[in-house]
Every structure is written in structure tokens, then in C-alpha cells.
């Protein structure tokens, strides 16, 4: 394991050896135990430049299954990895576009099967950019490793049965990340995402509303560890209780997932990435429409 970024030592959150400054990165670029990785929602922008010696992992080719609704399996995970010269002791950085939602989508699934060293490059693409450091087209090889995956830790995600017991058991834990529209039931389809469609809108019967993108600052940072503290504890999320972030497909909730798990402590945080396209297709299960966790009712 590479040394952490002593910047991050001061923030006060619990785990700040999971950040790295857009400083600590460009010091490391030439470093053969780090591997930085750049994952985006605009899957075009890597072609156009990326940090020099980033390989990208495109969230919804490489990161999935190519038939069922699923992520690779644990043989495709170790395939990935050695194709993109990572090994079991490789410090990966993950950075991205949107605040880092699928850098921290790529964290999750890294994490779902046991890479030990994974980092977040605080303020993402944006920031790298805003500051005027290196960027190139060039795609770099490394050379293939040696990678073997541990088994899928399921404590970090949750499927509809583990919602659905939760929502039964009453007052469930859920943060729905999604915009205000998208969980009161305004907004069912989003116009540019047509894979991530529902048949109904709403949010799961008893779902907080905390949007994910409150969590960052205006230029993608993660917000200072009181202020987010203070956004998910007004809400009732509090850290001793199990918790489980959604949204439409995972991607954004993984970014809630990092922010309690990580930077909070959360012990228990659990991301459901079936989320709404799941929940809202399903017959019989409790949806709520409205501003309020129970909905209008």
C-alpha cells in the first residue's frame, strides 16, 4: 500500500485514507503501484482526454453482465483486472465525471469483491481540469497480472427482499438520493436515461429524500464531514442504525453508500442497485407518491 495524502488527514472523517487530492495524484502518476481509473456517465469523455496513464472501465460494458441484469461475475471481476494491469496489491484511484458518482459506482463493485486499497480522487474530473493539470488521449497498456477476487461481500448490497423486510418492519432506514421530482413521482422516466425506466414513480413506502449531489460541493469535493453529518442526522439516518441508499440504477446511491460508509462511519450501509427501475416495476410492493415518506397520505 502506496502512503496516503496527508491533506486528507485533517478533514475529521473516519475513513480519509479512501480520498486523494487531485495534488497527490499528479504526484503519483509515474508510480507502478497505483493504478488510476477513470470511469464516467459520459462514457465519450475518456477519448477526449483523461489523466495521463488512466485506464477507463466503462460502467455499463465492462462493469456488467452482457446478458442477465447483473455486474460481472467473480471470474469477469478477475479478468477485468487483469487486463487493466491491476494486481491484488495495485492502489486503484478512481476519478470521474458528475461529482464522481461512477467513480464511486466503480469503488463499490471493486470493494463488492475485496480490492483492498481503493481511493477516490476528490473533486473528480472537474477539479483535475479547473486546475490546468496534464491531460492526453494517449491509451496506455500495462503489462497483464496476477488477480484473484475474493467472494461478493453481500453486507454491501441489498436486494429487493432485504428492502422489502425493512420496509415491513416499519420505519425503514432508506435514502432515496434521487432529485425531489424523481421521488415524489413528478418525474417516471428521465428523457436521457430511457435504459433506466419504471413503470410506476414514487419512492419506496417510507424513503427519506436526500439527493446525492447535496453531499459535494460546487466543485465535486465532498462537503466538510459536519455539514454531511448534519444532512443525513436532520433526516433521521443516523449510525446505529443498518441503512440502504437507492436511486434508479445505483449509480448515484453508491455515491450516498460512500459518503455514510466512509467519510461518516456508518457501520451498516448497504446499496441497493436494483433500485427504482427495479422497485417500481415490481407487482405488490409498497410505493408512496408525494413530498413525505409515507407519501401524500
Known amino acids: 500500500m502506496v502512503a496516503t495524502d496527508a491533506l486528507q488527514q485533517t478533514t475529521g472523517y473516519a475513513h480519509p485514507e479512501v480520498l486523494v487530492s487531485t495534488e497527490w495524484v499528479a504526484e503519483h502518476l509515474d508510480d507502478p503501484q497505483v493504478r488510476i481509473v477513470e470511469s464516467d456517465e459520459d462514457i465519450l ?29 467473480k471470474a469477469g471481476f478477475e479478468a477485468l483486472m487483469r487486463g487493466a494491469g491491476i494486481a491484488n496489491e495495485t492502489t486503484v484511484v ?62 454491501i448490497r441489498a436486494f429487493r427482499d ?3 423486510a425493512v420496509v415491513r418492519a416499519g420505519d425503514p432506514k432508506l435514502v432515496d438520493v434521487r432529485s425531489p421530482q424523481e421521488y415524489t ?17 414514487g419512492h419506496v413506502l417510507g424513503a427519506r429524500n436526500i439527493p446525492w449531489g447535496k453531499a459535494a ?16 442526522e436532520g433526516e ?37 442497485d436494483g433500485s427504482w427501475t427495479e422497485w417500481g416495476s415490481m407487482v405488490g410492493v409498497p410505493i408512496a407518491k408525494g413530498p413525505g415518506p409515507l407519501g401524500d397520505g
Not at 460541493?217 to 443525513?232: H, I, M, S
Not at 439516518?237 to 456508518?266: M, N, Q
Open 162 to 164: 432485504d428492502v422489502l
Open 185 to 201: 413521482g413528478e418525474v417516471i422516466h428521465m428523457v436521457n436515461y430511457p435504459q433506466e425506466g419504471a413503470q410506476r414513480g
Open 236 to 272: 433521521g439516518i443516523t449510525p446505529d442504525e443498518p441503512t440502504i441508499a437507492y436511486c434508479r440504477i445505483g449509480e448515484r446511491s453508491s455515491h450516498t453508500w460512500f459518503v455514510l460508509k466512509y467519510l461518516l462511519g456508518y457501520p451498516d450501509v448497504r446499496n441497493y
Open 217 to 232: 460541493n460546487e466543485d465535486g469535493t465532498f462537503k466538510p464531514v459536519g455539514e454531511l453529518r448534519a444532512l443525513y
Open 45 to 73: 469523455l475518456y477519448d477526449f482526454g483523461h489523466v495521463p496513464g488512466a485506464v477507463k472501465l466503462d460502467w455499463h460494458t465492462d462493469l456488467q453482465d452482457p446478458v442477465a441484469r447483473d455486474f460481472v461475475d
Open 94 to 155: 478512481f476519478y470521474g465525471d458528475r461529482n464522481n458518482w461512477y467513480a464511486t459506482y466503480t469503488f463499490w463493485l471493486f470493494k463488492l469483491y475485496g480490492h483492498a486499497d481503493c481511493r477516490v480522487m476528490d473533486g473528480g474530473r472537474a477539479k483535475w481540469e479547473a486546475e490546468g493539470r496534464p491531460m492526453t488521449r494517449e491509451v496506455p497498456s500495462f503489462p497483464p497480472t496476477e488477480y484473484t477476487a475474493q467472494e461478493a461481500d453481500l453486507s
